[in-house]
């Protein structure tokens, strides 16, 4: 996952509807509504081949066996070993079907409501100390919403590399942070939560 690849990706979301597709109802019909619901949930963010939907469908039905055998082993009480057993198992599930652009699609739209929440706290903040214009309160809150997004998609993804993670996610907020002052013409400083004027706002800069 190099930069350019994760900002390509992000905007090309962006454009798009959160929510991908409906389920392959023919691909799916011998599986069992319990296991078309939980496969929806996955192929809501994600286009899926019907192949891909298939193949999820027969991985979710071993995860309910598998919840079962967790549920009757202990008394109808699903355990945090029973539940990390399952996270992993549906983890492996979506490394094993997803290509990585569309594990990073579903990512995107797993967190997207949280990062959503987080650009709009952070330009509400923003816009009450300093009284905002609309446009600039909407770069920060656009560009706040990249970095929060895709940091949790670059997190989950590189969860096993940390430190390369971090250093992609510095990389993303220079970035995005680089666009409120190419855009709005200011700065923005996420630790301290303070603006520096860089010049005054002129909509005619804008590139369209």
Known sequence: MNLKKIISAGLLVMAMPVFAQTLDTKALAKFSPATQRAAFEVCK???LSADQQIALAKAIDKENDL???CINDNEGVLTPKGKNQLNRMREKTLNDILDQEQLAQYYRGVYDAEADAEGNAVAN???KKYNLTDQ????IRVAFYKIALDSRVIRKMMADQPKKANKKIDELKKYYLKTIEEKGGLSVDPETMTI???RDFDPDKLHR
């Open 125 to 127: 903040t923003l816009q």
């Open 67 to 69: 919840f079962i055998k």
């Open 136 to 139: 600039n309160w909407k770069f």
């Open 196 to 198: 520096t004027w860089l």
């Open 45 to 47: 963010n994600v286009k």
